[in-house]
């Protein structure tokens, strides 16, 4: 099981992206998909996460500005970052928990990240 992040980029202050992660592999189904950042010598904290169910939970820094949601497939989710500041600069990673297709048991996956630059 893995997912692989998409999206990012270099945007100017106000600005607009979409990210995108996709699983893949044996996958029975997913509890939940999130989106964390990670600054250099910094932890990786929460921006936004998704239950299978639609709730939603998003960090203070994200609410009004960001929006997660999930694809029709289920197996993806994007986040949308609009009105992006300088300080959103991070790289983004998607994390996922998700039950494996043949044994039942759950596995959370993180991917590689994605760089997003905010340029002033």
């Known amino acids: 099981v893995q997912v692989v992040e998409s999206g990012g980029g270099l945007v100017q202050t106000g600005g607009s992206l979409r990210l995108s992660c996709a699983a893949s592999?044996?996958?029975?189904?997913?509890?939940?998909m999130a989106w964390y950042r990670q600054a250099p010598e910094k932890r990786r904290e929460l921006v936004a996460r998704?239950?299978?169910?639609?709730?939603?939970n998003y960090a203070d820094s994200a609410k009004g500005r960001f929006s997660i949601s999930r694809g029709n497939a289920n197996n993806t989710v994007y986040l949308q970052l609009n009105r992006l500041k300088p300080e959103d600069t991070d790289v983004y990673y998607c994390?996922?928990?998700?039950?494996?297709?043949?044994?039942?048991?759950?596995?959370?996956?993180w991917g590689q990240g994605t760089l997003v630059t905010v340029s002033s």
């Open positions: 994390n996922a928990d998700v039950r494996r297709l043949h044994t039942h048991s759950c596995v959370e996956v």
């Open positions: 592999g044996s996958i029975f189904s997913i509890n939940m």
């Open positions: 998704i239950y299978a169910d639609g709730t939603t």
